[in-house]
């Protein structure tokens, strides 16, 4: 078991390795850097900077360097001194600006991803149990439309809506009262009563997914010879139906978690934007657009770090569930 | 099984399409969709770019069929001209209908001159004002005074063909690189497992957004259409790779294949003849079910900002109009091309959960 | 209803409803079966068998309703009783347990073998946890599963197909119940591990008085476990009566027909039952088997549909035994064939194929990055040749690596060692290591027929062109279009298929038909070889009779060589010249038919043969069984790949891998050939003529 672990981690950080230089070389090698935006900014004011100018600004910046010797400096740094840099555009260093927003980020996803679990469970199996009765037509229905929204409509509908009928604004995560306030438990409380928009949004696609895919396979299972071995053995339809054909069923989802959670993650960029949430994805934005090296790096690698720790989770979590993966981990060990 | 003896494989799963009836409806509505991205410049009131600054935020305008002339009562389609007042009290423009104003609406009528598919210069419309110096807003106008019918209409166009194409390209993409990773199999395909695993495990819009933001905003329209459709297809084409290899795999292993190399074909004929047919049918119903992720991710991408931009009409970009609080509130009817989308996108759906359960004809 | 029944089933008629018809699958079933006896139900595939069993617990699909009749069980009657009412809930699993096919498919992977046993106990009896768990101990110890305290916490993907059943069966005694239905339970097993488990109920049935229910299509297994036999055709009892009787002595067209279309031994045309068993939707009227019924009488039978008649002991459906018996002469028997050549004066050819110590060995890369291989040797050293006109049969059971190689032999897959010579054209050369193009003329002249019908033919090509699929890919072109169309008109008609019919595509035939096709693609190029890998295990009994004298009657008339695949004695002794015995991956004997069933030279030929089941052969020899399962063809023994199951074994066998040795005719792999006596299948023991066979 441990050694399946070890495995696991070692991937991981392979992975990590690989998420680092994508995340930084999609950002520098594409033409044009922060400088150039800055002179075309001055262009705009009427100002010309002079041709030494523009190499002293790059060379404070450190973009005077080969790309691939500015990756090795930005990783020493984070190794050494756990620094990912300076961002340009707000002239402070990357990892204060990240630090509460990669943690929102985080919790808004877990949240959602939970929010899915606890709604598409009980209602795909509704569905699959009650094959063609009205509930499952308008579960299907709904899954449909649920799907074909995209979230950034979706949340500009709800905008709209709460505007409309209820006069007030619904963005963000806070109310302006708390966006800068320390923690408290009055700030946390006020979090959670903003959070519910957002994770409906993000989660709405991923719940008519997960429905859809568990009536389907629910259907399968519930003709297995496994569940006629129940039924033969005078077992009562509500525990059987929980014991076998669910339990077999669910199982490919676990699988599937972290393929929902790297949805969500990355719908959350989109959504965080239209609903001005105070979490990584306007940030990443407005770094992309400025051309904010390592910001834009930093916030691509951890977005891309946080999904591949659910890659992990959802590995322990298959291997604690599958007997058969289970088994399999533990004769790795053997071996 | 014997009622369908003489029928095919190709025209059992025809069969099996036609008795789905969302599958049908999804087709139809695909292709009538299709058919608008053909024609938009003929079947849009108006080209996607003049505006009249008078008809800022105008509102839809209600269609009359009865007209009380002064030649009597006669069925004429028109509408009534809008009149703007400022309500000093909120600042807000308010329209109303003009009754002394009437514009007569016709089929086949003339209006702003277009080149037809880039080519024939024309200027007939399917419908609009009799008039060509007069605007009709079926569905409201924009924050410049653009019809919003016409510009989705023409939006339909790029935002349906960049489904397509981003789906083409991964499609390209997945067979040529779930083909080899099936046919090489051993440390090739493993490498190309991992591969997709890993590009599989990052979150897609990040990645889409950073490669887009690249894109120089000097970009000419037509190459930014490349350049966008090219991201879209770097991580779409691992799920079509996964597919491709998936269906090979199991094909090599079935009985009539190892048949079709003891009768002596050689491999590349065993590949046309013996497995593409086999899997064709679940290949062009993942590709259709691909499409509709494809439309969301652009609509997204533009909608930010980041993706295709004016002059260029697509849902995305029109959608960016709708993006503050402040115009869909003046302007509900922004949500139009929005509406498109989730049509365009349950259309393909539709099509495709068809087309999947179809694809199998033996299966119950 | 009689008064020692314990169940009873009167007008049972079940149907199954879609959105556009009704069709009914079961038609006024009725039988008894009586306390500590056993019912067999047999029939072939699609005639109601399994649904009988369903509908006694109620477990049927929901597209399937019971129309009317009675199941009355210890003074209930099931079919009136609603699916979900606690009587019946406490009946199923308490009062009747029910074991069937495919046992790693009927448990659940996701919970212990112990888990599924207790909650079997547990819901039928008032016990602790605790108790629950020495329960389900003892009854593992009790279906003889080896290390029952381990295995408890064992699942099922950890157990061999014959521990499996083991689970199964102790599952489904776990609450005592006083009837067991077993539908097809050892179907899905090898016929060691059949015999095995047969001899399991058997005990238990006694020591625990229980009546079973017993459904297979095997009439071998009928003969081995029955009391009384119902036969059962289109979802009705046609036949029903005490063993003897219906074995012995059968009435109805149809179980005479079904017994004489079983393998003989030694080269007989078999005799067989025209057509096959329509779908429930074409349900003929009058008799169910007017149409294939070789008696049937025009006006009578394909109009009215006969009663149930009491014929002696037994009860037969059948005009014949009704009021109008007397139109009938059932003394005329289907006309026997000739044996067409016996084996001692059967002239062989030139030797065609000749295997030089063929391996295979298949490497599975594992690990993330495919860095550890491990080795499975599927087949190993095997040397044997093939003569021209003759049949070689290649038995063994699963797993013994024979379908490996003969798809090695035909070049699906490349030889790790050894060279397979095949003499054509005056030429004797070694064909493992040809160039593609040089494969493809040897392909014309060895030939594969494959086991399932169902997925060897493209189901998007017409037959036409599956048949005329090897003459457009010659070597040497495509013949003229109108020879082509000649051509396999020809071979449709060679094979029994009507040239007609070869514009439909696969899935318009039925099984036997689909063999045919696939018979008629083999020979198109006209070969010299045919390798059949076991080409009529898909088929029911009747069908697999029709294409059996195929293959012999081809076989005479073209004077093609086969290799014959098979895990059925049964077959091979019908048809085959000489017999390749395959265990672990190797020959363990090759001789004679005759030699190896009647004085096998191996232990392991011995244990297969004993556990052979006719029914002229019920008495087995129980001391012949094999314990344990074969070994892991990754980690193979080093020794005698036997020796771990041989009763015989010594420190040699364990160590030192047997030599080939030829002694008196035979060709034997072990090291105490010479001392043993071993028994095999006695002569007077199997039927010359059937039916009535003398058991």
């Known amino acids: ?335 | 099984m014997t009622y369908a003896a003489h029928l095919s494989h190709s025209q059992l799963v025809i069969r099996r399409f036609l008795r789905h009836r969302l599958g049908i409806f999804g087709g139809v509505m695909t292709l009538l969709i299709y058919l608008v991205a053909a024609f938009v410049e003929f079947l849009a009131p108006h080209a996607p770019n003049t505006y009249q600054a008078r008809d800022v935020y105008a509102p839809p305008q209600n269609v009359r069929w009865i007209l009380d002339g002064p030649d009597g009562r006669r069925i004429q389609p028109h509408v009534f001209g809008l009149r703007s007042t400022t309500d000093y009290n909120t600042g807000q423009r308010v329209f109303e209908e003009d009754p002394e104003r009437v514009i007569e609406l016709g089929f086949l009528v003339r209006g702003d001159s277009y080149r037809f598919w880039g080519l024939v210069p024309a200027n007939l419309h399917f419908v609009g004002p009799k008039d060509p110096g007069e605007r009709v807003y079926f569905l409201g106008a924009d924050r410049l005074g653009r019809d919003v019918l016409s510009r989705t209409i023409h939006a339909t166009r790029v935002s349906m063909t960049i489904g397509l194409v981003g789906v083409g390209i991964s499609l390209v993409l997945g067979i040529a690189i779930g083909g080899v990773s099936g046919y090489f199999g051993g440390i090739v395909d493993l490498a190309i497992q991992r591969l997709i695993e890993f590009l599989q495990s990052l979150p897609s819009i990040p990645l889409w957004i950073g490669l887009a933001a690249a894109i120089p905003p000097t970009t000419p329209p037509i190459r930014t259409y490349f350049f966008i459709t090219a991201i879209l297809s770097i991580i779409g084409w691992t799920g079509l790779a996964r597919v491709v290899r998936g269906r090979f795999m199991a094909l090599k292993d079935e009985n009539f294949v190892k048949a079709a190399l003891l009768d002596g074909n050689r491999p590349v004929r065993i590949i046309r003849r013996h497995m593409v047919p086999n899997f064709l049918s679940h290949i062009i119903a993942v590709v259709t079910l691909a499409i509709p992720g494809m439309i969301i991710a652009e609509t997204s991408l533009s909608f930010l900002g980041i993706g295709l931009r004016p002059p260029v009409v697509s849902w995305g970009v029109l959608l960016q109009e709708a993006q503050n609080l402040r115009s869909i509130a003046t302007a509900p009817w922004l949500f139009l091309p929005g509406a498109a989308v989730v049509v365009a996108v349950l259309s393909l759906n539709f099509l495709g959960d068809g087309l999947r359960d179809a694809a199998d004809p033996y299966a119950n | 209803m009689r008064t020692d029944a314990l169940l009873s089933l009167q007008g049972l008629t079940v149907s199954f409803r879609d959105r556009r018809r009704r069709s009914i699958a079961l038609r006024d079933v009725g039988f008894d079966l009586p306390h500590a006896k056993t019912v067999a139900i047999v029939g072939e595939s699609g005639c109601g068998k399994s649904l009988t069993a369903r509908s006694i617990l109620r477990i049927l699909d929901t597209n399937a309703t019971i129309d009317s009749g009675q199941v009355l069980f210890e003074g209930v009657n099931l079919a009136g009783t609603s699916e979900k009412s606690p009587v019946l809930r406490d009946i199923r699993g308490g009062r009747i347990g029910l074991i069937y096919q495919e046992p790693l498919t009927a448990l659940s992977s996701f919970y212990t073998v112990g888990n599924q046993i207790m909650e079997a106990v547990r819901r039928h009896q008032d016990v602790t946890r605790k108790q629950a768990r020495e329960r389900a101990l003892d009854l593992l110890h009790a279906v003889g599963m080896p290390n029952p305290a381990q295995r408890l916490d064992a699942y099922t993907f950890e157990l061999s197909g014959g521990q499996q059943q083991r689970v199964m069966i102790a599952m489904a005694l776990g609450p005592h119940p006083s009837l067991l239905i077993a539908d097809e339970p050892t179907t899905a097993l090898d016929v060691t591990t059949q015999a095995v488990i047969l001899d399991l109920l058997q005990e238990l049935q006694q020591s625990q008085g229980m009546s079973i229910l017993f459904i297979t299509h095997d009439l071998g297994v009928v003969s081995r476990m029955a009391d009384e036999v119902v036969v059962m055709y289109l979802g009705e009892v046609v036949e029903h009566g005490t063993k003897a009787d219906v074995l012995t002595t059968p009435r109805h067209p149809y179980t005479r027909a079904l017994l004489a279309s079983l393998p003989g031994r030694g080269q007989y045309r078999q005799a067989t039952i025209q057509g096959t068993v329509p779908t429930l939707e074409e349900r003929p009227a009058g008799c169910a088997f007017a149409p294939r019924c070789a008696f049937a009488r025009p006006g009578l039978c394909d109009v009215q549909r006969p009663e149930l008649v009491r014929s002696g002991g037994a009860h037969v459906r059948c005009h014949a035994f009704g009021d109008a018996a007397s139109m009938f002469d059932l003394s005329l028997q289907p006309e026997r064939p000739e044996r067409t050549k016996t084996r001692e004066s059967q002239r062989f050819g030139e030797r065609i194929l000749d295997l030089r110590s063929v391996s295979k060995t298949f490497e599975k890369r594992e690990g993330l990055f495919g860095q550890r291989v491990r080795e499975i040797k599927a087949v190993q050293d095997i040397s044997l040749e093939l003569r021209q006109g003759e049949t070689l049969a290649i038995v063994g059971e699963s797993g013994s690596g024979k379908t490996t190689l003969g798809q090695t032999i035909v070049g699906l897959h490349e030889a790790t060692h050894g060279q397979v010579m095949f003499a054509t054209d005056g030429l004797d050369r070694d064909i493992t290591d040809l160039s593609a193009a040089e494969w493809r003329n040897v392909r014309q002249s060895i030939r594969m027929v494959f086991q399932d019908p169902f997925s060897s033919l493209n189901p998007r090509m017409t037959a036409f062109d599956i048949v005329a699929e090897p003459l457009r890919q010659r070597p040497g072109g495509p013949p003229p279009e109108p020879d082509l169309v000649t051509k396999v008109h020809e071979l449709f008609r060679l094979v029994g298929l009507d040239p007609e019919m070869s514009g439909r595509y696969p899935h318009a035939f039925s099984g036997g038909q689909r063999q045919r096709i696939g018979v008629a693609r083999a020979l198109a190029p006209d070969p010299k070889v045919i390798i059949a890998d076991e080409p009529v295990s898909a088929l029911d009994v009747s069908v697999q009779a029709q294409v059996l004298n195929l293959l012999r009657d081809l076989q005479s008339s073209l004077g093609l060589s086969y290799i014959f695949i098979s895990h059925d004695l049964n077959v091979v002794a019908s048809l085959a010249h000489r017999v390749a015995v395959m265990y672990a991956g190797r020959i363990v004997e090759l001789a004679d038919t005759d030699e190896i069933l009647d004085c096998p030279r191996h232990p392991y030929s011995e244990a297969l043969l004993s556990a052979v089941l006719t029914p002229g052969r019920a008495d087995q020899d129980s001391h012949l069984r094999l314990p344990g399962d074969p070994p892991d063809p990754s980690s193979l023994p080093r020794g005698c790949v036997f020796a771990e199951r041989c009763a015989y074994a010594t420190d040699a066998c364990t160590h030192e891998v047997p030599e080939m040795r030829n002694l008196r005719g035979h060709l034997v792999a072990c090291h105490h050939a010479e001392a043993l006596v071993l028994h095999g299948l006695r002569n007077e023991n199997l039927p010359e003529s059937r039916p009535g066979p003398n058991s």
């Open chain 1, 1 to 335: 078991m441990a050694r399946f672990l070890a495995r696991r981690l070692v991937l991981m950080l392979l992975t990590v390795v690989a998420i680092s230089v994508i995340s930084f070389f999609i950002i520098i090698l594409p033409p044009g850097d922060f400088v150039d935006r800055l002179v075309q900014e001055a262009n705009q004011y009427g100002e010309n900077l002079e041709p030494h100018e523009i190499e002293d600004l790059r060379r404070n910046y450190g973009l005077d360097r080969s790309a691939v010797e500015q990756y090795f400096v930005w990783v020493r740094n984070i190794l050494l001194r756990g620094d990912f840099g300076y961002s340009f555009g707000w002239d402070l260093p990357v990892s204060e600006l990240i630090g509460q927003r990669l943690g929102l980020t985080a919790l808004l996803s877990v949240v959602t991803l939970l929010f899915v679990w606890i709604v598409a469970i009980p209602v795909g199996i509704y569905a699959a149990v009650r094959k063609y009765s009205l509930g499952d037509y308008v579960f299907t229905f709904l899954g449909f439309i649920g799907l074909a929204i995209p979230n950034f409509l979706l949340a500009l509908v709800l905008l709209y809506i709460s505007f409309r009928y209820f006069g007030q604004s619904v963005g963000g995560l806070f109310s302006p009262e708390y966006v800068n306030a320390p923690w408290t438990l009055a700030r946390f409380a006020d979090l959670l009563s903003h959070l519910w928009i957002p994770v409906i949004v993000l989660g709405t696609a991923g719940t008519a997914e997960i429905i859809r895919k568990i009536r389907a396979n629910l259907l399968d299972e519930l003709h297995r010879p496994y569940v006629l071995t129940a039924r033969a053995k005078g077992l009562g339809e509500t525990h059987l139906l929980l014991k076998y054909p669910v339990r077999h069923s669910l199982n490919p989802f676990v699988s599937e978690l972290n393929d929902l959670f790297v949805k969500i993650v990355s719908g959350e960029t989109i959504v965080a934007v239209v609903l001005g949430l105070q979490t990584t994805g306007p940030l990443l934005l407005e770094a992309l657009k400025e051309e904010d090296l390592y910001l834009a790096s930093t916030l691509i690698m951890f977005l891309s770090f946080l999904a591949v720790l659910g890659t992990l989770v959802s590995d322990l979590l298959l291997m604690l569930l599958d007997p058969k993966i289970r088994r399999q981990a533990a004769s790795q060990e053997m071996m």
